[in-house]
């Protein structure tokens, strides 16, 4: 019974570290995403979708594992609680990365020349916010440390307060439509960075409760 255990546990592991490696991809591609947008640089688009493909395949690695481990094994208690924890958080860890290519991608659409220097410092303030929020939320889970969540919550609070300004400073200004609608549309995808974030840490206070109870 004993060695039935150690061997689940290792199954477990696998899965915890896959996991693991997707919050890495998603921490260390951020920074980059914001970085090309700014410099108009189309390149990272292209290197973002190949490690997106990646990421989709990983995801599906580890939706597998946890549905074989949930039908043979038959879990229960925080065994369980952590199976269907990361069947919930893969889904967030995916289209957040998704999310950094549809940024990625509007680096050679973006008009680097025809954003207002506020402009610019609010989508820095943006990326940098996002960045911290998902390292945080990347040791929430390393750690499963729930109280992480209202941390998070409030960052995302200062997430939507640049969003807002972001906006107005667009409609202050005259710049092409093309552009301006790009730019809308990449404010909206940093908040949703974050809204991910906040999803993920309040998933791991659940599992963090239930297995310090």
Known sequence: ??????????????IDVKVIELFATVCED?????????????????ELAGRD????VLCGQIEELVSQEILLQAPVASDLRFLLTVLRIAPELERTHDLEC?????AGHVLAAELSPR???????MGEVASGMWRQAADCWYQR??????????MNEEMHELHASLAAEIASRRMPSSVAIDIVLVARFYE????HAVNI???VRYLAGSTAG
């Open 1 to 14: 019974m004993g060695e039935q255990r150690s061997e689940f546990d290792r199954r477990l592991d696998a």
């Open 145 to 154: 440390d729930g109280s992480a969540a209202s941390a998070l919550a409030m």
């Open 53 to 56: 493909q990646a990421v989709d």
């Open 30 to 46: 951020l920074p980059g995403v914001t970085e090309a947008l700014l410099s108009g640089s189309g390149e990272a688009a292209g």
């Open 192 to 195: 949703r960075l974050g809204d």
């Open 102 to 106: 549809q940024i990625a991608s509007r």
């Open 201 to 203: 840490t309040r998933r």
């Open 119 to 125: 402009c610019r410092g609010l989508i820095s303030q």
